[in-house]
C-alpha cells in the first residue's frame, strides 16, 4: 500500500477541513441572517462544485492561480514558489472544492437555531458576535460536525481537481485516489484493490457517523 | 426609567398590513401598561419595533428623553443598546443552558446566583428548561431579563403558554413580579382579565393603531368608540340615533325603542355602550323605580359562567345582561320569559 499517498491524503483533508472551518462559519452565518436581496448569488456560486465536472473546475483554478494571473504572481513574490502542482496550489483547490459540503449543512443548522433565542440574547444586551458563539454555534453542533466531517471526507475522495492542479507528484501531490489510478495503470490490481478497501471501509464509516450525528442517536444535550 | 415613553411607528409588512401608532405612556404613573387588542391589532409587532428587532418606516421611539429610533435624525440603535429586555410567548430560554446559565447569560455570575434565590429558583438551578414546567419556565425567563439589567421589559403574552389553571394562578404572581423588579413593563396581551389584573396603565391598539390609552379602570369604564368598547368587553354596543334633548337628557332611538342618557352633546348617528352587569332583569315594570329605561323583553337564553348568568334578551333589539348566578335561579329565569330590564340613564355610555 502506498502510505506515502494516505498520509498527504489525510494532511490535505485535515489542512482543508481547519480552513473551511474557519471560512464556512462566517459565511454561512452571513447566508443565513443577511437580508442582502443577491444573497442568492453567493448560495449559488457555493454551490457550484456541486454540479460542476471536476476537471472544469480543476481547469479554472489552474488558470487563477498560474504564474501571469493576479494571485500566482502575488503568490511568488511572496514565497519565491508556484502554486500550480504544490501543496498550496491542491489545498486551496480543495478547500473551493468542498465549500459547499461545509457550508450546506452549517446553513441548514443555523437556520433550524429559533430565531427567539438569538433576539433575546440580543435584547438582553449581547453582542452579535458573542449571541453567535454562545447560542447559535451550541445549537447547531451537530450541523457543524456534519459539515467538517464531509468536507474530510471528500477531500480524502477527491481526484479529478487534483489531477488538474496537482499532478502526480508523489509525496507532494499524489493523493491516495492518485494513486489507486497509477496503481491500475501499472496493472498492480493487488495493491489498488487494498487502497480501494481502505477507502470504502473509511467513506462507509464517515457516512454512518453523520447520520447517526443527524439522528442524534447519541445525546446531543447531556441529560441532567 | 422615568419620564415619557413615546413610540410614534409607522410599518407597512409584507401581509400589506399597516402599523401606524402613536403609544405614549407616563412611566411615573405606570409601573405597568398593558398593550392590549384583538388578535392581529399589530401589538406585537409594536413591541419588536419598540425592542428594536423591525425597524418601523418611519417614526421616533424614545423612552424617558432618551432617543432609540429618529427616522429624521437617523438615528436606530441596535437592540444590545436599547435593552429593553423581550419576554417571548414561549420564554425562549437556551435549551443548552441550565436554569443557573441561563440567569447568568448576561449577567455576573453572583448576581444571577443572588436573583435565583431572591425569586425562589435556587432549588432549580441546574435543571435544563425542557424538564420545568411552564410556569417555571415563565420565572427563569423573567429573572434572566431582569438580570440583564434593563431599561424596559417587554413581555408578550406572557401567560398564553400557561394551561387554565396556572394562569389564573400566575396573573397576579406576575404583577407582584413587576412590580418588585422596579423595571417599567409593557405587556401585550388579548384577554381583557388578565389586563385588569396586570397593567396600571391600558393602551387600546386596533387595527395598527392606538385608539385609546389611560388608568386601566378609566379605559374600561369610558370607551373613546366603539370598537375600542367592544374589545374592552362591553356586552351591548348598540346603533342609536338622537332623536331628541331637554333638561340634560338626551332621547336616543335603538330600532324604534327609544333610550334616555346623560346628554354630553352627542348628536346623530352613534352607539351606545351599555355594561351588561349595569342591567337589572325584573319581574315587572319595577314601576316606582328611579331608573328611566325601562325595556320589555323577552328571554332567549341563559347561559351559567361561574358565578354569573349571562342572560340574553330581545328587547326588540338583543341585550345581553349580566346577572349573579344566584339570582338567576332564584328568578327560575326560563327561555321565552317576559320581563322586564331596567337601565339607569348613567350606565350608558354614548360614543361614535
Known amino acids: ?224 | 426609567m422615568a419620564g415619557e415613553l413615546i413610540a410614534r411607528c409607522r410599518k407597512r409588512l409584507a401581509s400589506g398590513f399597516e402599523l401606524d401608532a402613536d403609544l405614549r405612556i407616563p412611566l411615573d404613573e405606570a409601573p405597568v401598561t398593558v398593550l392590549f387588542g384583538p388578535s392581529g391589532s399589530g401589538k406585537s409587532t409594536l413591541l419588536r419595533l419598540i425592542a428594536g428587532l423591525e425597524r418601523p418606516d418611519e417614526g421616533t421611539i424614545s423612552p424617558g428623553g432618551a432617543v432609540w429610533f429618529d427616522t429624521s435624525r437617523h438615528i436606530d440603535l441596535p437592540p444590545q443598546r436599547r435593552r429593553a429586555a423581550f419576554l417571548f410567548q414561549d420564554y425562549a430560554l437556551f435549551p443548552h443552558l441550565t436554569v443557573a446559565e441561563n440567569v447568568a447569560f448576561a449577567a455576573p455570575r453572583d448576581a444571577a446566583s443572588a436573583l435565583l434565590d431572591r425569586f425562589g429558583l435556587a432549588a432549580l438551578a441546574s435543571r435544563l428548561p425542557r424538564s420545568l414546567s411552564g410556569g417555571q419556565q415563565q420565572r427563569v425567563a423573567l429573572v434572566r431579563a431582569l438580570a440583564s439589567k434593563p431599561a424596559l421589559l417587554l413581555l408578550d403574552e406572557p401567560l398564553s403558554a400557561l394551561d387554565a389553571a396556572t394562569r389564573t394562578r400566575t396573573r397576579h404572581q406576575l404583577r407582584e413580579l413587576l412590580l418588585e423588579s422596579g423595571v417599567r413593563s409593557i405587556v401585550v396581551t388579548h384577554d381583557r382579565t388578565e389586563a385588569i389584573a396586570l397593567g396600571d396603565w391600558l393602551a387600546v391598539m386596533i387595527e395598527g393603531s392606538i385608539r385609546q390609552t389611560g388608568p386601566v379602570q378609566e379605559v374600561l369604564r369610558c370607551p373613546a368608540d366603539a370598537q375600542v368598547a367592544e374589545s374592552a368587553g362591553v356586552e351591548n354596543v348598540l346603533p342609536a340615533e338622537v332623536v331628541a334633548r331637554q333638561y340634560g337628557l338626551v332621547t336616543i332611538a335603538i330600532g324604534v325603542v327609544c333610550l334616555d342618557a346623560v346628554d354630553r352633546g352627542e348628536t346623530g348617528a352613534l352607539f351606545a355602550c351599555i355594561r351588561g352587569e349595569d342591567i337589572t332583569i325584573a319581574r315587572n315594570r319595577a314601576e316606582g323605580s328611579s331608573a328611566r329605561n325601562r325595556l320589555d323583553g323577552r328571554v332567549r337564553a341563559v347561559t351559567l359562567e361561574g358565578p354569573v348568568a349571562r342572560v340574553e334578551l330581545d328587547c326588540g333589539f338583543p341585550l345581553v345582561a349580566v346577572v349573579t348566578a344566584q339570582s338567576a335561579a332564584d328568578m327560575q329565569l326560563q327561555p321565552g320569559d317576559s320581563v322586564c330590564a331596567v337601565i339607569k340613564t348613567t350606565a350608558l355610555q354614548l360614543v361614535r
Open chain 1, 1 to 224: 500500500m502506498d502510505w506515502q499517498a494516505i498520509a498527504l491524503s489525510l494532511r490535505l483533508a485535515v489542512s482543508t477541513t481547519a480552513i473551511l472551518l474557519a471560512l464556512g462559519l462566517p459565511l454561512a452565518y452571513w447566508i443565513v441572517y443577511s437580508h442582502r436581496r443577491w444573497k442568492f448569488l453567493v448560495e449559488a456560486v457555493v454551490a457550484l462544485p456541486l454540479v460542476l465536472p471536476p476537471t472544469v473546475l480543476g481547469f479554472y483554478i489552474l488558470l487563477a492561480i498560474g504564474p501571469r494571473s493576479p494571485v500566482g504572481a502575488l503568490y511568488a513574490k511572496l514565497t519565491g514558489g508556484l502554486l500550480p502542482f504544490s501543496f498550496a496550489g491542491l489545498l486551496l483547490a480543495s478547500v473551493l472544492y468542498s465549500l459547499p459540503f461545509t457550508v450546506q449543512p452549517m446553513v441548514a443548522a443555523f437556520g433550524a437555531v429559533d430565531r427567539r433565542l438569538i433576539e433575546a440574547s440580543w435584547c438582553m444586551g449581547v453582542s452579535r458576535a458573542a449571541t453567535f458563539r454562545r447560542v447559535i454555534i451550541p445549537l447547531a453542533r451537530a450541523g457543524i460536525a456534519t459539515g467538517a466531517i464531509l468536507s474530510f471526507a471528500h477531500t480524502i475522495g477527491e481526484f479529478g481537481v487534483v489531477l488538474m492542479v496537482g499532478g502526480n507528484i508523489g509525496g507532494i501531490t499524489r493523493t491516495v485516489s492518485i494513486s489507486i489510478y497509477d496503481q491500475v495503470q501499472a496493472l498492480n490490481y493487488t495493491a489498488a484493490a487494498h487502497t480501494s478497501l481502505l477507502l470504502l471501509g473509511f467513506s462507509f464509516a464517515v457516512l454512518a457517523v453523520v447520520y447517526a450525528l443527524q439522528r442524534r442517536v447519541w445525546a446531543i444535550w447531556p441529560v441532567s
